[in-house]
């Protein structure tokens, strides 16, 4: 990974411990898996770059279990779509607004129980 993209990527997953509480290391990871019923759980933007953020971070503000497993870094083949410059700024903006969210919707129900 290139220097500026890790360190971007390390002071976000920072940032998101600090302000949060959640441990993580790569804040923008799209390789996730969830149960659809956590997805139905909440009403997630689904814009832009908001998708891996609040996927990670509203569920587990809400007491939903969230693991990490580390997969190893493969270079990206063609062209990033990375915005430098606003993606960083949007991601803090981003990481910010979460800092309300904490409560699960009304007619949502608890996924933790369904086994």
């Avoid at 659809?36 to 832009?48: H, N, P, T, V």
Wanted: hydrophobic share 40%; aromatic share 10%; glycine share 8%.
């Amino acid at each position: 990974m290139p220097l500026p993209n890790f360190l971007a990527n390390r002071s976000f997953a920072l940032t998101a411990h600090v302000m949060h509480g959640i441990p993580t290391t790569d804040l923008h990871s799209g390789m996730r898996g969830y149960r659809s019923s956590l997805i139905r759980a909440f009403a997630f933007d689904g814009e832009g770059d908001a998708i891996p953020i609040d996927t990670l971070l509203w569920p587990t503000k809400c007491g939903y279990n969230v693991v990490e497993i580390p997969i190893e870094y493969q270079e990206r083949v063609g062209f990033s779509k990375l915005r430098k410059m606003a993606g960083t700024i949007w991601t803090f903006i981003r990481l910010a607004k979460t800092l309300r969210v904490g409560t699960r919707r009304p007619d949502s129900y608890d996924v933790r129980d369904d086994s």
